[in-house]
């Protein structure tokens, strides 16, 4: 069974950075892809990016380009989201996926985390 735990979130002023990881297990992942979704108060859940696991390909949204970043460790099934220059509107809880297939924000992800709770304030 797939478990996917999500972990750095926490407060941060405007303009910091944080990283967030997610612990993958379960699954030999190199067949999946993974992703990082966040759903602010009152909002939907939305994509943030997502990266094969096998490598090469990787997608954001508009909103994070130039600013988060996605990888992996495929030696300790761990994905990382980087994410530098924090806005406000990045307040969301974060949320680690995973699908067998290929990576992107179109796509039905089957397996999800927790979620870990990223503030920005002003």
């Known amino acids: 069974q797939v478990q996917l735990v999500e972990s750095g979130g926490g407060l941060v002023q405007a303009g910091g950075s944080l990283r967030l990881s997610c612990a993958a297990s379960?699954?030999?992942?190199?067949?999946?892809?993974m992703g990082w979704f966040r759903q602010a108060p009152g909002k939907e859940r939305e994509f943030v990016a997502a990266?094969?696991?096998?490598?090469?390909?990787?997608n954001y949204a508009d909103s994070v380009k130039g600013r988060f970043t996605i990888s992996r460790d495929s030696a300790t099934n761990t994905l990382y989201l980087q994410m530098n220059s924090l806005k406000p509107e990045d307040t969301a809880v974060y949320y680690c996926?995973?699908?067998?297939?290929?990576?992107?924000?179109?796509?039905?992800?089957?397996?999800w985390g927790q979620g870990t709770q990223v503030t920005v304030s002003s």
């Open positions: 990266i094969r696991w096998s490598g090469g390909s990787r």
């Open positions: 996926a995973a699908r067998l297939g290929n990576p992107g924000p179109g796509y039905e992800y089957d397996y």
């Open positions: 379960g699954r030999t992942f190199s067949a999946y892809a």
